[in-house]
């Protein structure tokens, strides 16, 4: 009973910020060492990563194939410390741990529910 609730106490967070994953992005994955982002063209953004966290904002000038990072750029990919403005992002993820492209949306939050400590 113990271990359960172990288990349960270090899950919870995990699911804390499943609102901000639209479509299909796979909840309990939570980070990845090897990663390729692909940003796919719905506005105007930029991106940039760091050891943990990716920001995504707003910008001019930004094309379909301006956006591909990868690990080697930002260290890992956290899905949970994401800091992003007003804009819907498509972004693709091909991990070399896994053969498979994980695309999803990334929505902003409330204002008031937003993590700036990135």
Do not use: Q
């Amino acid at each position: 009973m113990r271990n359960l609730l172990l288990i349960i106490v270090l899950f919870i967070p995990c699911w804390s910020y499943a609102g901000d994953f639209i479509a299909d992005a796979p909840k309990t994955v939570r980070e990845y060492e090897n990663f390729y982002i692909k940003l796919h063209k719905t506005k105007d953004f930029s991106v940039s990563v760091n050891k943990s966290c990716m920001t995504i904002s707003n910008t001019e000038g930004i094309t379909e194939t301006d956006g591909l990072y990868s690990s080697e750029e930002g260290g890992k990919l956290y899905f949970d410390n994401f800091c992003f403005e007003k804009e819907r992002i498509k972004i693709e993820i091909t991990t070399e741990r896994a053969s498979e492209i994980i695309r999803f949306l990334i929505a902003p939050r409330k204002a008031e529910e937003r993590d700036y400590s990135c």
